[in-house]
C-alpha cells in the first residue's frame, strides 16, 4: 500500500524527517494511521514517540504552524496557502497560518555571483557600477540585492537561489505522495481536501519560480492602472529578466506595517485606506486580475499619499461571469436575499449533497440579524467570515480563485481599518458593485454574450449532421457500447468475486486433500511410505488452506 506508492528511495530520508516533527508536535496518531511508522521501521529508523509538556499544551493551529516552520520553506508556504482558504479552515486556524513568514538566511552573494552571470550574459558589475553585497531581503525561493543602472536609477534584484527548483520538486512530488496517503488512511481529513490543497500549492509554488512570470503579472496589473496617479507598480527591466532573475524599480517609501513612520510623514491615513480599497476593489470587480497576498510587507506609502504594491507571485484570476455573481452575492447579503446567496454559493460549491432548502434557512437566519443595521456598522470580515462557517458546516467548498477573493476581501478591510478605524468596507464597496452589476447587463456586454451564444449554437448545428453519421456507422457495425457503473454495486460485485474465489480455492484444497490421501492409501498397500505425489498433493493442500485462512481474517479484519 504505502510502501509500494513510495518509489523514489531518495524520498525516505526526508520522510523520516516529517513523520518525527510529526510526532514531536503530538501528531504520531496521525503517523500511524497514514502508515507512516510502518514505513519507516521498514527503513530501520528508530522513532521516539514522545511529546514535550510545553507542546502538548498548545493549541492544534498552533502546533501545526510550528510543524510547518520546522519542515523548511515549501511548507512554509504551503501553510501560505492554506491561509487563503477560508472555506476549509475556521478562523483560528487561518490566524495562524498567516502567521507565517517566508523568510531565509541570506545566501553569501559570492555563491550567486555565477547563476547572476549567467542570467545576464555578462559580470553583474558591467551593468550595475554599483551593486550592494549584502541582501537586503531573503526568503525560501530568492533574495533580493540594491543596485542602481549606469544612469543612477535605483533597482532591486530578485535573485533566485541556486539549485532551489530539484529541491522543490522534491518535496512537491512527497507532498502529492502524502495527500494521497491522507485521503485514502484518514476519512476524517478528507474534508479539507489534501489532493485539491497539495493540487493548487504546486501550480501556485511553480508560478512563483518563474520570475519572468511575476514580471508579466506586474505589468499587467501597471497597465490596468496607467491612468491612475496614485497607485505605483515598479516597472520591470525586461532585458536583463528570465526565470531566475527580476530587475525591477527600487520602492523607497514607508512599509506597510510601519505605522509610527506613517505617522510621523504627515500622509493622509482616512486618504491611503480609501485609494487602497478603491485599487483592490477595481483589481477584482473590474479588471478580474488582482493581487492575491497584499499583507503589509508587499505595501508602500509614498510621498504624495501615493500607495505602491509589490510582490506580484501570487496573483488571482476571476472572470466575468465571477464577477457578476460576486456582486450579486454582496449585494444579496446587503439586501437581505437568502435564496440569491443559497443559490449562488450552492453554485460555487462542488457538493450535490447538500440540502438547499436547510442551508437557505440558516442564511436566511444569518441575513436576518443585519437587517436594519447602516452599511457603515457591518463587518464585512466577520459577515464572510460567518457565512464561510456556515458553508464549513454543510461540507461545501470553493473553488481556488474564490478562496483567494474572499481571503482578499477579508484583508483589504483588516488593512483599510489599520489605517483608518472608522473605515467602511461596505460604502466603499457599493459603488463598485453597482457599476460590476450595470456593467453585466449593458447593451455591449448583451450583444457579447449574445453573440457568443449564437456561434456556439451554430458551431453545434453545423457539426450535428457530422457527428449523427458517425455515431449511425458506429450502430450498423454494431460497436455502440453503453457502460453503466454504480459504485454501491461494484463494491458489492468485488465482494462476491473474493468470496468466490476463496470458496473455488476451498473446494481445490479439499480436492488435493481427497486426491492425496487416495494416491498415500494406494502406495502404502505396495510399498511403505508416502509416493512424492502424495507429499505434493499435501502441501499444495496445506498452503490452500493457509491462503483462504487468510483471506477470510484480513476481510473479517476489513
Not at 114 to 122: F, M, P, R, S
Request: with cysteine.
Amino acid at each position: 500500500m504505502l510502501w509500494q506508492a513510495i518509489s523514489a528511495v531518495r524520498d525516505l530520508g526526508r520522510l523520516h524527517d516529517i513523520a518525527a516533527v510529526l510526532i514531536r508536535y503530538g501528531f504520531g496518531d496521525l503517523v500511524r494511521r497514514t502508515g507512516l511508522a510502518g514505513v519507516l521501521e521498514r527503513t530501520g529508523r528508530a522513532l521516539h514517540w514522545h511529546v514535550s509538556d510545553e507542546l502538548a499544551r498548545l493549541e492544534p493551529p498552533a502546533r501545526v504552524r510550528r510543524v510547518l516552520e520546522e519542515l523548511g520553506p515549501s511548507f512554509v508556504k504551503l501553510g501560505q496557502i492554506l491561509s487563503t482558504r477560508v472555506d476549509l479552515f475556521s478562523p483560528e486556524w487561518i490566524t495562524e497560518f498567516s502567521k507565517l513568514q517566508d523568510s531565509a538566511i541570506a545566501l553569501p552573494f559570492s555563491e550567486l555571483r555565477a547563476q547572476l552571470t549567467e542570467d545576464l550574459g555578462e559580470p553583474p558589475e558591467n551593468i550595475f557600477p554599483r551593486l550592494e553585497t549584502q541582501a537586503l531581503a531573503a526568503a525560501s525561493l530568492a533574495q533580493v540585492h540594491r543596485a542602481w543602472l549606469s544612469d543612477g536609477t535605483p533597482v532591486v534584484l530578485k535573485i533566485r537561489r541556486p539549485g532551489i527548483r530539484p529541491l522543490v520538486e522534491a518535496d512537491l512530488r512527497l507532498l502529492k505522495r502524502l495527500a494521497e496517503i491522507v485521503e485514502s488512511e484518514a476519512p476524517d481529513l478528507r474534508r479539507y481536501r489534501p489532493k485539491e490543497v497539495v493540487r493548487q500549492f504546486t501550480l501556485s509554488l511553480r508560478r512563483e519560480l518563474d520570475f519572468s512570470a511575476e514580471g508579466r503579472s506586474a505589468e499587467r496589473i501597471a497597465a490596468n492602472f496607467e491612468a491612475q496617479y496614485d497607485i505605483v507598480i515598479p516597472r520591470i527591466y525586461w532585458e536583463w529578466t528570465c526565470e531566475r532573475l527580476n530587475v525591477q524599480d527600487y520602492i523607497d517609501g514607508i512599509p506597510g506595517r510601519d505605522t509610527a513612520a506613517l505617522d510621523a510623514s504627515g500622509l493622509d491615513r482616512v486618504l491611503l485606506a480609501q485609494r487602497g480599497s478603491d485599487a483592490v476593489l477595481k483589481m477584482i470587480l473590474e479588471d478580474g486580475f488582482f493581487h492575491a497576498d497584499l499583507h503589509p510587507g508587499n505595501i508602500y506609502f509614498l510621498p504624495d499619499n501615493q500607495i505602491a504594491f509589490i510582490d506580484f507571485g501570487m496573483v488571482g484570476r476571476i472572470s466575468e461571469e465571477r464577477r457578476y455573481q460576486i456582486a450579486i452575492l454582496l449585494h444579496g447579503l446587503v439586501s437581505h436575499d437568502a435564496e440569491i446567496v443559497s443559490e449562488i454559493l450552492l453554485d460555487w460549491s462542488d457538493n450535490t449533497d447538500a440540502d438547499s432548502s436547510v442551508l437557505q434557512n440558516e442564511i436566511d437566519a444569518f441575513v436576518d440579524q443585519y437587517h436594519g443595521v447602516q452599511l457603515r456598522k457591518i463587518d464585512i470580515a466577520r459577515m464572510l467570515s460567518e457565512l464561510l462557517a456556515i458553508l464549513r458546516d454543510h461540507g461545501l467548498t470553493l473553488p481556488p480563485d474564490l478562496a483567494l477573493l474572499i481571503k482578499a476581501f477579508i484583508t483589504l478591510e483588516g488593512l483599510g481599518r489599520q489605517l483608518n478605524p472608522a473605515f467602511d468596507m461596505m460604502k466603499s464597496s457599493s459603488p463598485m458593485i453597482k457599476q460590476a452589476m450595470k456593467a453585466h447587463t449593458a447593451p455591449d456586454a448583451l450583444a457579447k454574450r449574445g453573440w457568443r451564444a449564437l456561434l456556439d449554437s451554430v458551431s453545434l448545428i453545423t457539426s450535428l449532421p457530422k457527428d449523427l453519421s458517425r455515431l449511425l456507422r458506429i450502430a450498423r457495425r454494431g460497436k455502440i457500447q453503453l457502460q453503466v457503473e454504480l459504485l454501491p454495486l461494484k463494491h458489492f460485485s468485488d465482494k462476491i468475486d473474493r468470496a468466490a474465489s476463496r470458496l473455488a480455492l476451498s473446494v481445490i484444497t479439499a480436492a488435493l486433500i481427497i486426491g492425496s490421501a487416495i494416491v498415500h492409501n494406494a502406495e502404502s498397500n505396495s510399498s511403505s511410505g508416502l509416493s512424492t505425489l502424495g507429499l505434493l498433493g499435501f502441501i499444495a493442500a496445506a498452503s490452500g488452506g493457509v491462503w483462504v485462512l487468510i483471506s477470510i481474517w484480513r476481510s473479517g479484519k476489513d
